[in-house]
């Protein structure tokens, strides 16, 4: 047996409401990276599945910048460490440096992928310039009484830095060494969000919280003119500029992207996210990049959802739109007459996944608010069913990828299984309560609070573990069948196959249970030598053949298990950081996983 990468879905990028989402891409327009949960993504621009994870950070991380030569990303995070490594990979990391005391807004290169400067929120000061290969200082970064929010390096020699603050001014430094030159006063009256030099070294353009945008001189600093008054309604978030330095796109809290015309500073163009006419804090547009070595006039922008649009210059509406999550998944259903996968994760949003391409869709329709914790799908409709601690069972029409029903629950629910026909059962801490069609609910109580629950497909038989340390296998009527009392530790994970159950446990271990054929259709243990998994199972899948399962755990790690040899096992380790949340036998040698770090990983599995 074998498990390799295949693919990962990426997260989509955090986003906080009220502050900028730095975006870049490579010099070759060929890739971006972003910074989602603990992880950066780097991904193809034109295929978004080809994507690579870079998971060494230990804290929440904010930015992440291409070098000029495209051969390395660096990044920050949340408690003021810059991590340079190696962007082809995403595995080996050329540097760690703690940079300051806080946390990192923005970084930048200088034009010899040499240096970097590192910028945020820190206690005895806002940035640090470093050399990328051994982190020695090469210049400070003062003048500002705030937080820093952009830095921009020019390019060309000689070397100019510029910095934004929420203290209003933008500072002008000479290098290198680099060290304050001016400081360039009222011209915004709010917070500077974004600063960057033009690819030919001749300007500098800042935006802010005050709508405004101003360019000035690329060598000198000085102010130059101030373009688009009263365009933009909301916060700007994000600038760049075209490859040809003569356009800049600005991005807004307004819902919109546009494209300036620098020496004329006329609007070429404008896009409006959202529906006409309404305000959508989703659509709120908080970064955006223009890649460079492209001939197409490609702009990527990110909404507050964390979705990358995909505009071209000459195009009235946007082209493609790429989703992902943005929280922790906890729980995914395979669909198969869709050749899709459904994903829910933490914050109430579910994503279904195309198999063939990678590609995530959302659902239309009132979606839950809340945590996601179960999905199930019907074969014989074509539905799927999630439940979520919003204290709500919906129902989803699958092909149509739309809510189409909601039903309140009488308790916060943990889990959801179909019966055959249209019986959906919701396990509360209560017990199961059984919901038909017609929004009949009915309750039956257990003898101890239920954890996980699964069903047998095309037999009306479902098991319930529960925390006493067992396992009731029980009939549609709710008669008790079978009690299996030899568990360890509880339960909490189940799957069934056709005559198998599995059993995961608390500890780690799996139990495996056959239906004997011969003492009247008693349940017996079959293994108990899964046990290769150092904390919680959070998810079991059974192969279509039903010889092989697949496990994740709260250890991060994905196993392959065999019926016919138990001691053998393959695996997949740190296949998700912070844990594994939901696993799918998706396609006979395809499973797919999904995680803490909200994103969904294809694993090509031969037996």
């Known amino acids: 047996m074998s498990i390799t990468a295949e693919a990962i879905w990426a997260a ?5 409401r009220g502050s900028p989402t730095p975006l870049s891409s490579d010099s070759k327009g060929q890739r971006i990276a972003y910074a989602s949960g603990k992880s950066i993504f780097v991904r193809s621009i034109d295929n978004p599945a080809d994507c690579k994870q870079y998971t060494q950070h230990t804290a929440p991380t904010t930015v992440a910048r291409f070098s000029p030569s495209g051969f390395y990303v660096a990044s920050g995070d949340v408690s003021g460490t810059v991590r340079v490594w190696d ?11 703690h940079i ?20 945020g929120d820190g206690k005895e ?6 050399t990328a290969d051994s982190g020695n200082t090469v210049g400070e970064i003062s003048g500002h009484s705030s937080q820093i929010n952009c830095v921009s390096i020019r390019q060309q020699r000689p070397l100019r830095a510029a910095t934004g603050s929420d203290d209003t001014s933008l500072c002008f430094f000479h290098g290198v060494p680099f060290k304050f030159n001016t400081s360039v006063r009222g011209k915004h009256d709010k917070f500077v969000y974004g600063t960057q030099f033009s690819p030919d070294g001749s300007a500098l353009v800042s935006v802010g919280s005050d709508r405004r945008i101003w360019l000035y001189d690329g060598k000198t600093g000085e102010a130059t003119k101030q373009i688009g008054e009263g365009e933009h309604k909301g916060s700007i978030f994000g600038v760049a500029w075209s490859p040809d330095s003569k356009k800049i796109v600005t991005c807004s809290g307004d819902q919109t992207v546009k494209i300036w015309e620098v020496e004329s500073g006329n609007c070429l163009r404008s896009w409006r996210m959202g529906e006409e006419g309404s305000v959508s804090v989703k659509d709120q547009q908080v970064g955006v990049t223009w890649p460079a070595g492209r001939t197409d006039g490609l702009i990527i922008s990110v909404d507050l959802e964390g979705s990358l649009t ?16 943005q929280k922790a998944i906890t729980s995914a259903v395979s669909s198969s007459e869709n050749n899709a996968v459904f994903t829910g994760s933490t914050d109430g949003r579910i994503q279904s996944w195309d198999l063939k391409t990678g590609v995530a869709d959302s659902m239309d329709g009132e979606a839950h608010s809340n945590y996601i914790s179960g999905l199930a799908a019907s074969p014989s409709n074509g539905r799927v069913y999630s439940v979520g601690w919003d204290d709500t069972l919906r129902t989803l029409d699958a092909s149509q990828r739309s809510f189409i029903g909601s039903v309140k629950t009488s308790g916060q629910p943990k889990a959801v299984v179909v019966l055959s026909g249209t019986r959906a059962l919701v ?8 919901y038909a069609d017609d929004g009949e609910a009915k309750t039956h109580s257990l003898p101890s609070p239920p954890v996980c629950i699964a069903a047998m497909e095309g037999k009306d038989i479902i098991a319930v573990g529960c925390e006493d340390k067992r396992v009731r296998i ?25 005559s198998k159950l599995a059993v995961g446990l608390t500890n780690g271990k799996i139990f495996v249970y056959a239906k004997s054929t011969s003492s009247g259709g008693a349940w017996e243990l079959e293994t108990n030598r899964w046990s290769a998994h150092t904390a919680r199972v959070t998810s079991i899948a059974w192969s279509p053949s039903g010889q092989h399962a697949v496990s994740g755990g709260l250890d991060t790690n994905v196993f392959v298990w065999s019926i016919s040899d138990p001691g053998k096992r393959t695996k997949a380790l740190n296949a998700h950081k912070e844990g594994v949340g939901a696993v799918v036998w998706a396609e006979k040698d395809r499973v797919v996983s999904c995680g803490a770090d909200a994103a969904v990983k294809v694993w090509k599995v031969s037996v």
């Open 427 to 434: 396990m509360t801490d209560r017990g199961i309560m059984t």
């Open 310 to 325: 995909y505009f071209r210059e000459s195009k009235d509406a946007p082209t493609r739109v790429v989703r992902g999550h």
């Open 87 to 97: 962007a082809h990979g995403a595995e080996n990391t050329k540097g760690d440096y």
């Open 474 to 498: 029980i009939s549609t009527g709710f008669d008790t069948i079978a009690e299996l009392k030899d568990l360890t530790h509880p339960p909490s994970a189940l799957a069934f196959s056709d």
């Open 100 to 119: 300051i005391a806080g946390r990192i807004n923005d970084l930048a290169w200088d034009g010899d992928s040499q240096r970097i400067i590192a910028v």
């Open 12 to 16: 989509a990028p955090s986003t906080t």
């Open 125 to 130: 000061r806002f940035g640090h310039c470093i």
